[in-house]
């Protein structure tokens, strides 16, 4: 009943002291799948340790040296991609076919990392005193991007391998050592990318990954001293770290209500596209999802009916089947979306398709003529139930984008450019997209959100840079 793994200390494979394992449920069978290590503080404290001390030398190591390795990773990573993807599929349910493209956009983003890291962190500046008043020319000042130390990188279920690379190599690539905490779906893909990194041949110790309870082990890890900077993706457990956390860097993507504003002379029919793509790809499971249309009253009716029948051609099932749709990762998960689907109807929401639930598998569902009273309305189901809310004015939907407490990203469609980007400018979200879906992709473009959704900005570039800091010295001359 399930397959014992190792976690990943000093460069090698270990079990913990605990002698204690955590059960990993299958979404789709709900039986237990594999186990993972519930690791000790003694042995977080032990990590901590030796991360420190290979920081030192890795600093040190050519920044060339450190890009080779990484492209190897990165190599060695997509060659990998059959045994990940599996076990994608069986952790976080996600379809066959997205967990292959998830391990090879992550091998690419390694890849890319290594080669902007090179450029990036290989020019630094050359500024001269006498720009400011009073100085002469007297003082030469250089400037070099240098390591911040320990990062502890902390990556959600939904992407578990994607957004732990984005997180280990704009870390190792600016020179800083890594200890990954994976979630515990999502666990054992997280084992075996690291597994990739071994075999690159990374030095002892720079990587590390400790699996356990968050409740033993999730405090005591970003509250330790010896963590020079959090990057976490996931929920509400990212405002509890931000506010235990010492004074170091956090970079933080915690979750949105992602809108998307539909005008009139919009195309419905690309409007409809995305809506199923932006709203039910892996089953709404994405912090970007689409997660309430906002619709002129004048096309909601034409709409509607489109996304409709788009939605009736989804199919349901297991994800080794490759169905759109798949069990929700757990089963807490699945009450929770039904709790907001059971609001909704109670308030009188257009149930546009019966709901029906099988386990953790819910069929997708769209709720026609939903208001502002309703939980859905404002609440991430992070599941297959997408909202629409009828409006009469573009003021109006500006506005509910605004009132939501996340700012992730946002979206509009429409066919007037000067429309879509006055409306774009009055979104309070990190990112808005005209005429598509949220995505946080391409992997160099900025990433951020405002509000709740998040501190600081990701992307490969503003990832290496946050996990620097500068250091200057001065040439003072007679
Ligand atoms: O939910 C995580 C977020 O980073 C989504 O990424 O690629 O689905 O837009 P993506």
């Excluded at 003694?42 to 390795?69: D, F, G, Y």
């Excluded at 759109?324 to 909704?344: C, H, Q, R």
């Amino acid at each position: 009943d399930g397959e014992a793994y190792k976690y990943y200390a000093d460069g090698e494979w270990k079990k913990s002291s605990s002698g204690k394992l955590v059960p990993i449920i299958n979404p789709t069978t709900r039986k237990v799948h594999y186990k993972v290590q519930a690791c000790t503080q003694e042995e977080v404290n032990k990590v901590m340790e030796t991360a420190k001390i290979a920081q030192k030398s890795w600093a040190k190591t050519p920044l060339w040296k450190r890009a080779e390795l990484l492209h190897k990773a990165a190599s060695i990573l997509k060659e990998h991609k059959a045994p990940i993807a599996e076990s994608l599929v069986k952790e976080i349910a996600k379809p066959a076919k997205d967990a292959v493209t998830e391990v090879v956009r992550s091998g690419d983003l390694v890849s890319y990392c290594a080669e902007e890291g090179v450029r990036i962190l290989g020019e630094g500046k050359f500024l001269v005193s006498d720009s400011f008043p009073g100085n002469d020319r007297t003082k030469y000042c250089l400037t070099s991007k240098i390591p911040l130390g320990v990062v502890l990188a902390i990556p959600p279920f939904n992407y578990p391998v994607n957004l732990a690379v984005s997180k280990i190599a704009p870390a190792l690539i600016a020179g800083n050592s890594l200890v990954l905490k994976p979630p515990t779906q999502g666990a054992v893909s997280c084992l075996h990318m690291v597994h990739c990194f071994h075999l690159a041949g990374f030095p002892k110790g720079l990587i590390s990954c400790v699996t356990g309870k968050g409740s033993e082990i999730g405090d005591f890890l970003t509250m330790h001293p010896g963590v020079n900077c959090i990057s976490f993706t996931g929920g509400d457990t990212g405002i509890a770290i931000s506010k235990k956390a010492g004074m170091i860097p956090l970079q933080m993507e915690l979750g949105g209500k992602d809108a998307c504003i539909v005008l009139e002379d919009a195309d419905l029919d690309l409007v409809a596209a995305n809506i199923i793509k932006g709203g039910f790809s892996y089953s709404g499971q994405r912090c970007t999802a689409v997660k309430v249309v906002l619709v002129m009253e004048s096309v909601a009716d034409a709409l509607v009916e489109k996304v409709n029948k788009r939605v009736a051609k989804l199919t349901v099932g297991p994800p080794e089947e490759n169905s759109d749709i798949t069990p929700v990762v757990s089963e807490s998960s699945a009450n929770f979306i039904e709790g907001l689907v059971v609001d909704a109807k109670q308030k009188g929401a257009t149930f546009c398709q019966e709901y029906k639930r099988d386990g953790n598998l819910i069929w997708p569902l769209l709720l026609d003529n939903v208001r502002p009273d309703m939980r859905i309305a404002w609440e991430e189901p992070f599941g297959p139930v997408l909202p629409v809310i009828r409006i009469t004015s573009v003021e109006e939907g500006i506005h509910h984008c605004n009132a939501s407490n996340f700012g992730l990203q946002g979206c509009v469609f429409t066919k007037d450019i000067n429309k879509a980007i006055l409306i774009g400018d009055a979104m309070e979200t990190g990112t808005v997209q005209i005429n598509s879906a949220p995505a946080r992709g391409p992997d160099h473009f900025p990433f951020q959100g405002i509000k709740d959704s998040g501190i600081g900005s990701q992307g490969i570039t503003n990832s290496i840079n946050m996990m620097t800091k500068i250091k200057t010295t001065v040439i003072n001359l007679p």
